[in-house]
């Protein structure tokens, strides 16, 4: 069974950076990391959980929202299993729970329990 754990929230100042990692287990020879699909999303209080980042499974493609490009960075490290989201020039309107999730054509869509990010003075 695959399993996401994320970290690295925290309370950060209006200009700040934060490091958000999501890691990954339960992943086999047949079903490796490597082999999915990782995003980020965020939800914020009364809002609908919306995509922030995304990276395919080599790492050759990522993709943004518009208002943290330029900002945020997706990477990841399938020697490790993790995911990261490197946040910088963090304004108010970025405070969240930050989930990870994985996709794999068909199969099921694993999700993390999330970290809260809050970006306040």
């Known amino acids: 069974q695959v399993q996401l754990v994320e970290s690295g929230g925290g309370l950060v100042q209006p200009g700040g950076s934060l490091r958000l990692s999501c890691t990954g287990s339960?992943?086999?020879?047949?079903?490796?990391?490597?082999?999915?699909?990782m995003s980020w999303y965020r939800q914020a209080p009364e809002k609908e959980r919306e995509l922030v980042a995304s990276?395919?499974?080599?790492?050759?493609?990522?993709t943004y929202r518009d208002s943290v490009r330029g900002r945020f960075t997706v990477s990841r490290d399938n020697a490790k299993n993790t995911v990261y989201l490197q946040m910088n020039s963090l304004q108010p309107e970025d405070t969240a729970v930050y989930y990870c999730?994985?996709?794999?054509?068909?199969?099921?869509?694993?999700w993390g329990q999330g970290t809260q990010v809050t970006v306040s003075s």
């Open positions: 990276i395919s499974g080599s790492a050759k493609s990522t």
């Open positions: 339960g992943f086999t020879f047949s079903n490796t990391f490597s082999s999915y699909g």
């Open positions: 999730k994985a996709v794999r054509g068909t199969d099921p869509i694993y």
